[in-house]
């Protein structure tokens, strides 16, 4: 994936349900010259019993039938499906019809033992593989899968973003938290990353803006789920899109890529220039404010007094929220850096 380029779609229909409608959505795809992989899922873990759970062999079949048939992608190249895999068998048999890129979900990701197992299985091979986050917001869960396929010889790897379950999360079906891919970005800066609107909204209405954020964060690519019939889907039907309405979104996102200045804006430089200042000042008060814990903690030591006192951190909070209030301030953001600063505070006097 060559980040200077237009963003890397994958698309396709959530669940393969029949030769017709995985030929359909594959025809209206395939033209599209963003496109460069077409998804299906062949398996699909569900959270609960009874509903639809995928065709298996049969979908393979279909597919290595297209990439065997006519159609190409746009550049030339035969037809490239991609599914998801959750066991060494589902990788072997992908395999044998001739399929090589696979997404590993959000619960295989959460298991170090499966991941070991699905890498065994594709060790010498020069298969796609694209990973995306646990259920939880673990980065370091996250990076583990990736450690690991990189361990067994995996090149071809990406980072897929679909969004973290929560108990409460705002609205969309799995909350963004865009913290976490930006950690990870800066941990594995070569490592490209790609966002799935689709399931982190949970609702089709939701996929422009959520991609919109991905590319002004600089993701990569987008993992955009796409059915003939979104009404009619056997599974994740509210956050499908028409082939129609994708190719609209790819419009708006091509425009978007190509109006962005290919230079800073020179207005920026001076502004940048005071946040540098700020954050300096800012790591210099903070270094005062640790040194006043140090001695804070020798007077409570000499008064036998508690590290933690309870009225004080209530007070200061309520101080300080209300300041932030008044300072137009996100409230939650302020408490939690407080509450971070506090953190390291104690520990400090606990030193």
Request: glycine share 6%.
């Amino acid at each position: 994936m060559n980040r200077n380029n237009n963003p890397y779609l994958i698309a396709g229909p959530c669940s393969v349900e029949s030769r017709e409608q995985l030929q359909q959505v594959t025809q209206a795809l395939c033209v599209l010259p963003q496109v460069r992989l077409i998804r299906g899922g062949v398996w699909k873990p569900r959270t609960r019993p009874g509903g639809f759970e995928g065709l298996g062999e049969p979908a393979l079949k279909w597919m290595k039938e297209l990439q065997e048939g006519p159609l190409r992608m746009a550049d030339g190249n035969p037809l490239r499906f991609c599914t998801e895999v959750a066991s060494p068998e589902h990788v072997e048999l992908c395999l044998r019809y001739d399929i090589n890129a696979f997404w590993l979900g959000a619960r295989t990701t959460s298991n170090p033992f499966m991941v070991e197992e699905i890498g065994e299985a594709l060790r010498g091979t020069n298969c796609q593989l694209l990973v995306k986050n646990p259920l939880s917001p673990d980065l370091r869960l996250w990076l583990g899968a990736i450690e690991r396929l990189t361990q067994v010889g995996i090149k071809r790897l990406a980072a897929v973003h679909r969004g973290f379950s929560m108990y409460n999360n705002h609205g969309y079906r799995n909350a963004p938290l865009w913290e976490l891919p930006l950690h990870l970005r800066r941990a594995q800066p070569d490592l490209p990353l790609i966002c799935d609107p689709s399931h982190i909204g949970g609702n089709r209405q939701l996929i422009e803006s959520l991609s919109l954020s991905a590319l002004q964060l600089e993701f990569d690519g987008l993992m955009v789920e796409v059915h003939p019939h979104p009404a009619n889907a056997l599974t994740d039907a509210p956050q499908q899109l028409t082939p129609d309405d994708f190719t609209t979104l790819v419009k708006k996102l091509t425009n978007f890529q190509t109006q962005r200045p290919a230079s800073p804006d020179a207005r920026l430089s001076p502004l940048r220039q005071q946040i540098d200042d700020i954050d300096h000042e800012l790591l210099r008060l903070l270094s005062q404010r640790m040194e006043l814990s140090r001695q804070i903690a020798a007077v409570k030591h000499e008064s036998q007094m508690t590290v933690y006192q309870t009225q004080r951190w209530h007070a200061v909070m309520d101080d300080r929220l209300q300041l932030a209030s008044e300072l137009n301030l996100n409230a939650e953001f302020v408490k939690e850096l407080l509450e971070t600063i506090h953190h390291e505070s104690l520990k400090v006097q606990l030193d």
